[in-house]
């Protein structure tokens, strides 16, 4: 793994709001630290592919400071947003060209947006916005250099593997896929895109965050020696609902409502934690090989509310037996915390503040480092651009596709009560929905809802993981 470092990027303030005292566990050196990782088995390619800095493909065509065309696939709130970062990019001309929603409403939204911020960059005509369930397509068959794919993430593995057959270099935003097989197929479209030499950047944002690698590239020196604990947080009161409205179709209230719907989010633990999973992973250079835990509803109900748990908490273990201990909350009223912290033979870091403590608990190294405004997710888009610009092809499937299923492991871990190993996770063949079989809004919905309008919740004990 190529060693990141601080004069390689831009700089701002941490995301996390975790203000966590860090605690000094253990003994041991720097030297035992390196030897871990060394000796693990656990350094993965993906796991060191971080932004077009590390890039080792080509790709046919450097398009120097010329013209990016840009289409968009999901036209909510962070799609919005993201495209808005990309035109932002200094490096030459990016512009978007074509754009696609399942709600024409949302696109018109998405279009103003976007056009009310960069008006000289959007050229994006009547014929080439695109309304429906396959309107992704159109996007695709444009001449669109780059796609961002940004709709509810069960629609990713379906979007990411036709974006590639189609020869477009990708953003697509965390998490991956909700299921084994999405991920799998993620993992499958990731190699394609390698071999044709297309980008793929995940919108992991801390990733791209100076703050982040200039710790992380401590802890993978040996500062704080062997990690053997580690914490993940992401306690909060939840995010929105949105109820279902006259005349909407089963199918059209799910994938509006979507953040409640397994077949489309994951669960929270998926679609958010996956943040923190993904750093944990980052320091580890792995993923765990094994996940316990438990998880319930203890405030959320109603149909509004689907399928989703509102607190997971899993002790993940990885090879080697370094734990984690991993909580995910959505009930207002408690601590709330958003943040990464490892604990190891010689001292301990809170990773989200950038902040390094030795055993006794004083604080041996900070960041002093300053992101750009608009922190990783305007660093990720300079970094992709940067990239394309040069003719490298950066690719995140991998880390991406593996933090995800790490979330999922969890949530398998929480809905069983059983302990799921990776091997587990990722042979099987749960699919949360045939995503290839809907093509309208009148299409039959993958979950329905019971007699009395509310939908089943996994109960430990008596759901199985397959
Ligand atoms: N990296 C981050 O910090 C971050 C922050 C927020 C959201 N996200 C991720 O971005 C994705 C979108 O989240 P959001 O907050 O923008 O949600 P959103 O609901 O605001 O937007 C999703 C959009 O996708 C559209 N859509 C749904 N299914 C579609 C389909 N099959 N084809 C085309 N369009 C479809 C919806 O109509 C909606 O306009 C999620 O994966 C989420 O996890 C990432």
């Known amino acids: 793994m190529k060693k990141q470092t601080a004069s390689s990027r831009h700089s701002e303030t941490v995301t996390a709001e975790n203000k966590s005292r860090a605690v000094s566990v253990g003994s041991g050196s720097a030297a035992?630290?390196?030897?871990?990782?060394?000796?693990?088995?656990?350094?993965?390619?993906?796991?060191?592919l971080v932004g077009g800095q590390l890039s080792i493909a080509r790709a046919a065509h450097a398009y120097g400071t010329g013209t990016i065309r840009v289409g968009l696939v999901g036209c909510g709130g962070r799609g919005t947003a993201a495209i808005i970062q990309a035109l932002n990019t200094t490096g030459g001309d990016v512009r978007l060209t074509a754009m696609a929603d399942v709600f024409d409403s949302n696109l018109q939204s998405a279009f103003r947006a976007i056009k009310g911020k960069h008006p000289s960059q959007v050229d994006v005509s009547p014929a080439t916005r695109f309304a429906g369930l396959d309107a992704y397509q159109r996007v695709f068959e444009s001449?669109?250099?780059?796609?961002?794919?940004?709709?509810?993430?069960?629609?990713?593995?379906?979007?990411?593997?036709?974006?590639v057959a189609a020869g477009?270099?990708?953003?697509?935003?965390?998490?991956?896929?909700?299921?084994?097989?999405?991920?799998?197929?993620?993992l499958a479209a990731g190699e394609v895109a390698k071999e044709k030499g297309l980008a793929v950047q995940v919108g992991l944002q801390r990733r791209h965050e100076t703050r982040y690698r200039q710790c992380i590239a401590r802890l993978h020196d040996g500062l704080i020696g062997d990690p053997i604990f580690a914490r993940a947080y992401w306690n909060g009161s939840g995010v929105w609902t949105r109820p279902r409205r006259p005349a909407q179709s089963e199918l059209e209230y799910q994938i509006n409502n979507w953040y409640y719907f397994n077949w489309l989010s994951g669960d929270h633990i998926t679609e958010q934690h996956v943040h923190n999973l993904d750093i944990i992973n980052w320091v580890m250079k792995g993923f765990p090989v094994e996940a316990q835990?438990?998880?319930?509803r203890q405030v959320r109900s109603g149909s509004s509310a689907g399928e989703i748990f509102d607190h997971h908490m899993i002790e993940y273990t990885y090879e080697g037996g370094a734990k984690l201990l991993s909580q995910c909350r959505h009930i207002a009223g408690c601590w709330s915390n958003v943040g990464e912290h490892i604990h190891g033979t010689n001292g301990s870091c809170d990773v989200s503040a950038a902040r390094i403590f030795d055993r006794r608990g004083h604080l041996i190294w900070e960041s002093d480092a300053q992101e750009v405004a608009g922190k990783g997710w305007q660093q990720e888009q300079i970094d992709l651009f940067e990239s394309i610009r040069a003719g490298q092809s950066p690719n995140e499937t991998e880390y991406a596709a593996h933090s995800t299923l790490t979330a999922i492991m969890g949530r398998m871990a929480t809905y069983t009560g059983k302990v799921i190993s990776w091997n587990q996770a990722l042979s099987s063949n749960l699919s949360l929905a045939d995503i290839d079989a809907l093509h309208t809004l009148d299409s039959p919905a993958p979950v329905q809802p019971t007699v009395n309008g509310l939908y089943e919740v996994a109960v430990p004990g008596k759901t199985v993981a397959t």
């Not at 250099?145 to 036709?162: I, K, N, S, W, Y």
């Open 32 to 48: 035992s630290r390196r030897n871990f990782f060394k000796d693990s088995g656990l350094l993965l390619a993906g796991g060191a």
């Open 143 to 163: 001449d669109v250099d780059v796609v961002f794919l940004a709709t509810p993430p069960g629609f990713r593995p379906l979007h990411f593997e036709r974006a």
């Open 168 to 186: 477009k270099h990708v953003f697509m935003e965390k998490p991956v896929a909700v299921d084994a097989p999405g991920v799998r197929r993620v």
């Open 293 to 296: 835990g438990q998880g319930g």
